[in-house]
């Protein structure tokens, strides 16, 4: 039985939310890949930002850019000139060859002009974290400004990474992203003004949810892709379902 509610925040999102943009489908944190899950009927979106060495926020999810990139070495060590010039779609499949990577601004005017949601995961560089808190709340502020739609919500593992966003965007909604309910987990959120709890949903439990939604917390899940976990969570009462599986698990 879902738990029942308690004097919970507004919450303007869809449940469901396409993981780096299109999961696996297509290459991680593009515009291809957000595309693609629009394909699939999705219509909220989550990528990674960080910050270049000249101060332009981009898409990468880990710290170097071997992974996903044509590059070598700490993304955040390069300029956005040298970044921009990078195949960030290769690595996928030769389809996406040549996509280039995305900056914040360009994925923020592709979701406000399709009118998608956004949770940006503020994804700092090392010993970055609360400058690049700063700098995405001041950066979705301008993006956002005068738009009609859902704000962005800004989410981090990282507590100094929420409190920059809070110093620049302090009306900007903020979920603390967790790996497990570690010990202090709820006053930690509760302490950052965060208004959601992110956690993998392995660790997910029907009385922690429930311990969240008494303190008037939203409650999302990472990474989902088989529906039998989607229909756990789903009887315990989860806001959001992060997933990689756009093509299986459908938001309709």
């Known amino acids: 039985m879902k738990p029942a509610p308690a004097d ?37 979106f989550e990528c990674d930002a960080k910050l270049s060495a000249d101060g332009v926020l981009f898409l990468l999810h880990d710290d170097t850019l071997e992974r996903t990139t044509s590059g070598q070495g700490l993304g955040g060590a390069l300029p956005w000139a040298a970044l921009s010039r990078l195949d960030a779609g290769g690595w996928h499949s030769r389809t996406h ?41 001041r950066e979705a502020l301008r ?33 603390l992203l967790l790996e497990t309910l570690c010990e202090g987990w709820l006053d930690t959120a509760l302490g950052l003004g965060c208004v959601a709890v992110i956690c993998d949903h392995e660790h997910w439990t029907a009385e922690a949810m429930a311990r969240a939604r008494q303190a008037g917390l939203r409650t999302l899940a990472y990474t989902v892709n088989e529906p039998a976990d989607v229909a756990r969570l789903e009887a315990w009462g989860i806001d959001g379902i992060i997933t990689d599986a756009v093509d299986r698990l459908s938001p309709v």
């Open 8 to 44: 919970l925040p507004h919450w303007p999102y869809p449940r469901w939310i396409a993981h780096r943009g299109a999961g696996q489908l297509a290459p991680e944190n593009t515009l291809a890949a957000f595309r693609l899950g629009a394909q699939h009927g999705y219509r909220m």
């Open 97 to 137: 060859a040549g996509e280039p990577p995305a900056t914040l601004d360009a994925v923020a005017r592709h979701c406000l002009a399709n009118r998608f949601d956004l949770n940006i995961e503020i994804k700092p560089s090392p010993g970055l974290a609360y400058v690049t808190g700063e700098a995405v709340g």
């Open 143 to 175: 993006l956002w400004a005068g738009a009609s739609g859902a704000p962005p919500l800004l989410s981090s593992f990282e507590p100094e990474a929420l409190a920059g966003a809070r110093q620049t965007a302090p009306a900007l909604p903020r979920g």
